[in-house]
């Protein structure tokens, strides 16, 4: 009987990726791929630490696969991921239930450590690598519209708050080559949409072409494929970047670009590298450049020393920018990165209030946005079902917002619509077709 391998993905898009390439790997050594849990021998976790909740979560589920493992005493279970790499053995030691931890740089020898967890051994790989970028392997997708690449690996920033650099190690890139050649395959088989992936893509580097090199290559591979990309550093995004997407229709009019905080005190002691000032002037060449430019950004409320003024300081800056969306967290303290060092002095309750009127503010700059494109046309990508009723199809707009519109036969996944927008909320547009 062949090995049966199934695997659950939490956190960023990287992971996401990283889990299809796992299972090409595992895929060519002879394992079947499943959905349903119960008929694995193989179950996978790939994890997340960015934040404290995110490795809870995952100690939750672990704690659920336990009386799985009860039953069926042979089924093997493996954490892959940034904690694996963080928690390395401890995890085998605390939760005894795990027989394989591999890191996101071992991956190539995932099959090696599962035979040893047949045999009974545990399999641990936590070693990071200053080259390895899987630029070989051909990840398993199935049939779909949209694909994400994992253009690089790792990240050399060291944000004080951050453990990415210690769970994903240095900062390499994938030939462009291999890259547009991956995506012409994803075009062949009817993709028609591509997200370049890295910590910080804006320092790609291969053999002299930049970030905004590879962009321009893979948007010529199918005019007709929409190429994004995340996430964007303020500091290194460059002007020919910029020129880059205004230049190519199909590289959509969207960038991620977290400020973090509206604070130069805070930026600092995040390390981010950056003014605000800085931050406000790439925004205003950006949108000079790129018109009808998307935004959005990742904040954190509550680092440590954050004082009320700092906080009305982040508050302000939204208002300035007024994001298109924004991803918003609370700070927490993640052991080796260099705030781990600092006090966390911000109260849980200050933390939770600030994160609240972060979130409320941006709702209504959303909500406003959105409600400017009422009764406007858009040309949507439909992506799928509508996860609500299967009499409506989703979409997205080149500017990253979710549409939904009826459901007609003549209407295909996969298809670009001309649609006009009826009505919003903060979070989504309802559209008729045109
Ligand atoms: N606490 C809260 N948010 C964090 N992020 C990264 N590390 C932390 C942390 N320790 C957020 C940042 C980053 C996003 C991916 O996660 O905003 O941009
Ligand atoms: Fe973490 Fe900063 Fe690197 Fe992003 S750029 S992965 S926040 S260290």
């Not at 392997?137 to 779909?144: M, Q, S, T």
């Not at 910029?242 to 390390?271: F, K, W």
Request: charged share 30%; proline share 3%.
């Amino acid at each position: 009987m062949n090995n049966k391998v199934y695997i659950e993905t939490y956190g960023c898009q990287m992971n996401l990726a990283d889990s299809e390439l796992v299972m090409g790997i595992l895929k060519r050594k002879g394992y079947e791929i499943t959905k349903e849990l119960d008929s694995a021998n193989v179950i996978l976790l790939n994890t997340c630490s960015v934040r404290e909740n995110a490795e809870e979560k995952i100690f939750h589920r672990l704690d659920h696969l336990k009386s799985i493992k009860r039953g069926k005493p042979s089924t093997v279970i493996g954490i892959l991921g940034c904690m694996a790499e963080r928690l390395r053995k401890n995890l085998i030691e605390e939760k005894k239930i795990v027989d394989v931890v591999v890191g996101p740089d071992e991956y190539r020898r995932l099959p090696e450590y599962l035979d040893m967890a047949f045999g009974g051994e545990k399999g641990i790989g936590v070693k990071l690598s200053r080259t390895e970028t899987y630029e070989d392997i051909e990840p398993y997708r199935e049939e779909g519209i949209s694909a994400w690449i994992a253009v690089m690996r790792g990240c050399d920033k060291f944000c004080s708050f951050c453990v990415v650099p210690f769970t994903r190690g240095r900062e390499r890139s994938r030939s462009l080559h291999s890259i547009v050649e991956e995506i012409k395959k994803l075009s062949d088989r009817g993709f028609k949409e591509v997200t370049l992936l890295g910590q910080n893509v804006n320092s790609y580097r291969d053999d002299g072409h930049d970030f905004a090199d590879l962009l321009a290559a893979a948007a010529r591979v199918d005019k007709n494929m929409r190429i994004r990309f995340t996430t964007s550093h303020p500091q290194d995004l460059s002007d020919k970047l910029l020129y880059t997407i205004a230049e190519h229709d199909n590289i959509c009019n969207y960038i991620h670009l977290p400020v973090q905080s509206g604070s130069n005190r805070i930026l600092e002691l995040m390390n981010r590298s950056y003014t605000i000032e800085h931050y406000l002037n790439l925004i205003e060449k950006a949108r000079k450049i790129i018109p009808g430019l998307s935004l959005s950004t990742d904040i954190i409320a509550g680092f440590p020393t954050e004082t009320e003024e700092d906080h009305q300081m982040t508050l302000n800056v939204m208002k300035e920018i007024r994001y298109d969306g924004a991803f918003m967290f609370k700070y927490s303290p993640r052991e080796g990165t260099k705030a781990y060092n600092m006090v966390d002095d911000v109260p849980e309750e200050i933390k939770l209030r600030r994160l609240n009127e972060i979130i409320e503010l941006q709702q209504e700059i959303s909500f406003e946005i959105n409600q400017q494109l009422i009764n406007k046309e858009e040309i949507i990508l439909v992506e799928g079902l509508s996860k609500k009723s299967d009499q409506f199809y989703s979409g997205r707009t080149d500017t990253n917002k979710v549409v939904i519109i009826p459901r007609y036969d003549s209407i295909k996944i996969g298809d670009y619509v001309k649609v006009k927008i009826t009505r919003v909320t903060s979070a989504t547009l309802f559209g008729e077709v045109v």
